[in-house]
């Protein structure tokens, strides 16, 4: 199965075969859910370091140019691939916003993969924005946080180039993702942090 590579950060430090391993196993994880209810098992694949390293990653289905389920981890918890395979389960199974994926579309599911960089802090991809000029719409994805946590957001970095957002969209839909007044990023009890991904999809 080819890949069609939609990162626009920095060197990707995943090979095209490696990339291909992750899409193998997201496609595989959500075929064998959808048949049996029961998670798959990794061991019939040889996995190289690259993929046994812990890393966040989020799993996102679309079927046509329609979302369809996403899911990920934000932390690096648990090896990539075993974070890429539990996602495209919860992706397809367990996004609230859907229905859960019924066998006759698997066929006409695509997957895509964000697979999280390291940001600031070891086991976690996330370095705090203090201009928004450090932004930069195309490569970076943003999370907002409430000190509190009574409300946070996050939105991948591919999400304004799929709407044709700038800047400033992007932070405003970022504040209704977090369920929170537009322009609450400013606010001083809010963190802005913003993170980079290796995003691949199913060509």
């Given amino acids: ?7 626009n950060g920095p060197s990707p430090d995943l090979s095209p075969g490696e990339r291909e391993l992750l899409l193998k196993i997201a496609r595989q994880s ?4 959808c048949e049996t209810r029961k998670t798959l098992s990794l061991n019939g694949f040889d996995l190289p370091d690259s993929v ?4 966040g990653a989020f799993v996102t289905l679309h079927r046509g140019e329609d979302l369809r389920g996403c899911i990920g981890y934000i932390r690096a918890e648990g090896m990539l691939a075993e974070t890429v395979r539990d996602n495209a389960v919860n992706a397809g199974f367990r ?3 859907f229905n859960s994926v019924c066998p006759d579309e698997l066929s006409n ?8 960089r390291e940001g600031e802090t070891p086991g976690s991809p996330f370095i705090r924005v203090n201009e928004i000029s450090e932004v930069a719409v ?14 946070s957001g996050i939105l991948l970095p591919q999400v ?3 709407y044709g957002w700038d800047i400033h969209s992007f932070l405003d ?7 929170v007044p537009r322009g609450s990023w400013k606010a001083p009890e809010f963190r802005l942090s913003r993170f980079s991904a290796e995003v691949f999809a199913e060509a």
């Fill in 1 to 7: 199965m080819e890949t069609e590579s939609l990162s």
């Fill in 30 to 33: 959500l075929t064998h859910y």
């Fill in 52 to 55: 046994r390293t812990p890393r």
């Fill in 95 to 97: 996004d609230p916003r």
């Fill in 109 to 116: 599911l695509t997957i895509e993969i964000s697979a999280l």
């Fill in 138 to 151: 195309g490569r970076d994805g943003l999370y907002l946080e409430h000190s509190g946590g009574v409300a």
């Fill in 160 to 162: 304004p180039l799929e």
């Fill in 173 to 179: 839909a970022l504040c209704r993702k977090a369920g």
